[in-house]
């Protein structure tokens, strides 16, 4: 008799998600969660159902540039997936950016939003992509205040009719590098017609977009992140052709292949200052923020997405007699990977909480501090942990998980651009020492977790506490002593920042452990507490500089 392996499948994505669940439960209001729930229950479907069938069917159609017509012309038209088509259409119609500028739910619009593209991103090839883009658009051009681009361009970012949907860039990253984008050489010129940009930009991620928002020095301006500008561009004139842009490749990427990311040289751009001729980077924090919150989501939903796979999968592999799911050693290997995503979630979902509470400025001054901090946390913590999980999960299905046309190696692969993407986690390292710099963010961290520590009243989870409480006190003598050398404090910036995300993750489940606990949803999230404890949060080490420059130097 012949066998065959049977395939992971996927059922309802909001009905299988009980972490999702009790969080929405302890989260919302009951009737906001009711109201909500049929919406959420057909997107759970569309999720794990169609939208990932089709997604396994449009596995090898990627990208194509064509940069030539017939007759000779340049026409640098990218044409993207089918997938990509519909998922175009699916978040113009589901409100997967505007939910949040509607605002019917005041400061819990951006939990809605998330929920959604939580329910329906896996299965969409990293749509995700130009979404996060347009938001942070939005929300910049908004905060901002210039009245003029946001009339014409939030009502086309913020639309439900696909025929009207904007997606926007975000056009930082040059040859000179990545992160210090003060190096920017992109030059913007007076013309009769306006502002013009002239120069290459690297990497541009939403490269089909109708408009983007770049960085470009106006002539005469000093070096450095000062003296640039943020500037607002139309990507096609009202005859339809590029605006001074030509799109020279796409990249060859690990990961993210559906998303066409591009090359581009800006040759005579034609572009709008979005507020004043300075400060360009200083005007792109609101962005920062908007777009670091989707990576910290990302990763939380590619985990989610990995492990329902590895799990459904556990359950039909039979080996040695027994399915893998009655083996204690893979129960053993996913328990502790369940553990992280957990974590993962709830510190992602705060991120989320505290940018709707700004936006909608109901935020007391201590969630203003501990934003500055938890954002880049989220994204720092969560990426790094999606990068292990899937990697994991992917592992867990043996040679199928190293074969494309399962679909599994793009969880991995996809994967890895989320520790990478708006700042690596050494970057935001060095973000998390700043936003500590300015004063009374770490203090509210510290606060914020100890109360949430506080609600543990079950004696399982003391353990928990312990650590947690053991590990921020450890962090914060190591930066009482860290402060005497500064090489010191930037040499331990990774392995404390990671301390203080892994710290408050635990902090955030051991609240809600005691939550479902006291309200009837069982020992699953204590479990998921103490694993996550003794899978370890505390980072913290001496560290020796000359010996970390003897091994790589």
């Not at 003060?182 to 120069?199: C, D, F, H, I, M």
């Not at 936006?359 to 990426?383: D, F, I, S, Y």
């Not at 203090?443 to 100890?450: M, N, P, R």
């Not at 635990?506 to 309200?519: F, G, K, R, T």
Request: a neutral charge; charged letters at 25%.
């Amino acid at each position: 008799m012949s066998f065959f392996q049977d395939p992971p499948r996927l059922g309802n994505q909001y009905d299988d998600d009980a972490l999702l669940r009790s969080y929405l439960e302890r989260a919302l209001p009951g009737d906001l969660r009711t109201g909500l729930e049929d919406e959420l229950r057909e997107l759970g479907e569309l999720g794990g159902g169609p939208l990932y069938q089709f997604q396994l069917r449009d596995r090898t159609n990627e990208p194509e540039l064509t940069q030539w017509d017939a007759w000779g012309h340049r026409v640098d038209h990218i044409e993207v997936s089918p997938l990509w088509k519909e998922a175009e259409t699916l978040a113009a119609k589901r409100g997967l950016v505007a939910v949040a500028y509607e605002q019917k739910n005041g400061d819990r619009s951006r939990i809605h939003q998330f929920v959604l593209n939580y329910l329906v991103q896996p299965s969409l090839d990293v749509y995700s992509c130009p979404l996060a883009m347009t938001d942070g658009a939005a929300r910049t051009l908004l905060s901002l205040g210039n009245p003029e681009l946001t009339q014409r361009a939030l009502p086309h970012l913020t639309s439900r009719d696909p025929k009207t949907f904007w997606t926007s860039g975000q056009w930082m990253t040059e040859r000179t590098g990545g992160s210090d984008v003060g190096l920017t050489q992109t030059v913007a010129r007076q013309s009769p017609e306006g502002w013009r940009l002239y120069g290459t930009k690297w990497f541009t991620s939403a490269t089909t977009a109708q408009m983007a928002l770049t960085l470009g020095r106006p002539e005469g301006n000093g070096p450095g992140g000062k003296g640039l500008a943020i500037f607002y561009v139309e990507t096609r004139g009202a005859d339809g052709r590029l605006n001074g842009i030509q799109i020279n490749r796409l990249k060859d990427k690990l990961g993210t292949r559906k998303v066409p990311t591009a090359e581009l040289t800006l040759d005579g751009t034609l572009a709008v200052p979005v507020a004043g001729l300075t400060d360009g980077i200083r005007n792109m924090a609101w962005m920062l923020n908007v777009t670091r919150t989707w990576n910290a989501m990302g990763a939380a939903w590619s985990m989610r997405r990995a492990l329902a796979l590895a799990r459904d999968y556990a359950k039909r592999r039979v080996q040695f007699g027994a399915p893998l799911a009655e083996k204690p050693l893979h129960v053993d290997t996913l328990a502790g990977l369940e553990a992280e995503f957990h974590g993962g979630f709830l510190l992602a979902f705060r991120a989320v909480e505290l940018l709707g509470k700004m936006e909608a400025r109901t935020a007391t001054e201590e969630e203003l501090l501990l934003q500055r901090l938890v954002t880049p946390l989220a994204k720092l913590t969560t990426g790094r942990q999606v990068v292990h999980v899937t990697s994991e999960a992917v592992e867990s299905f043996g040679g199928a998980g190293y074969v494309e046309d399962t679909g599994l190696p793009r969880l991995l692969a996809d994967a890895q651009v989320l520790s990478i993407w708006e700042g690596t986690t050494n970057v935001l390292s060095l973000d998390t020492l700043r936003a500590m710099a300015k004063g009374g963010a770490l203090e509210a961290l510290y606060t914020d977790a100890e109360r949430r520590l506080g609600a543990a009243k079950d004696a399982g989870l003391r353990p928990c506490v312990a650590a947690a409480q053991e590990s921020l006190e450890k962090a914060r003598a190591w930066v009482m002593k860290a402060m005497e050398n500064p090489a010191g404090v930037e040499a331990g910036a990774r392995r404390f920042s990671l301390t203080l995300g892994r710290t408050y993750e635990l902090a955030l489940l051991v609240e809600h452990a005691q939550w479902c606990l006291d309200h009837g949803h069982g020992p699953r999230a204590m479990a998921a507490a103490r694993r996550l404890m003794r899978n370890g949060v505390e980072l913290i080490a001496d560290m020796d500089l000359d010996d970390a420059r003897l091994l790589v130097g």
